[in-house]
């Protein structure tokens, strides 16, 4: 498995912009689709987005397509999101999640390491 360490959340206005970062340490990172999940208090984990071990396929979340877009550097094992137009119900805390294999899926329960999580947390 890959050990995954999220950075970058924060408090931000409604409108602006985060990056969100996940460093993988261990095994090959490459051989991993990774995704993104988020968390609001008292509510279900829900699926973000998610990108093939290559980088070369992305899928998101109905709810954030157009705003956010998640990439990858193999080379410098990480997967990043970066959040445009961020609205108050995108605030959550955000998990990077990795499953051994190409492709992603959207149920949290495929993914077999995650990280501690990182909150964003979107003002009005």
């Known amino acids: 498995q890959v050990q995954l360490v999220e950075s970058g959340g924060g408090l931000v206005q409604a409108g602006g912009s985060l990056r969100l970062s996940c460093a993988a340490s261990?095994?090959?990172?490459?051989?991993?689709?990774m995704g993104w999940f988020r968390q609001a208090p008292g509510k279900e984990r829900e699926f973000v987005a998610r990108?093939?071990?290559?980088?070369?396929?992305?899928y998101y979340a109905d709810s954030v397509k157009g705003r956010f877009t998640i990439s990858r550097d193999n080379a410098k094992n990480t997967v990043s999101l970066q959040m445009s137009s961020l609205k108050p119900e995108d605030t959550a805390v955000y998990y990077c999640?990795?499953?051994?294999?190409?492709?992603?899926?959207?149920?949290?329960?495929?993914?077999?390491?995650w990280g501690q999580g990182t909150q964003v947390t979107v003002s009005s």
């Open positions: 999640a990795a499953r051994l294999g190409k492709y992603g899926t959207t149920w949290y329960g495929d993914y077999g390491s």
């Open positions: 990108i093939s071990s290559s980088g070369g396929t992305t």
């Open positions: 261990g095994r090959t990172f490459s051989s991993y689709a």
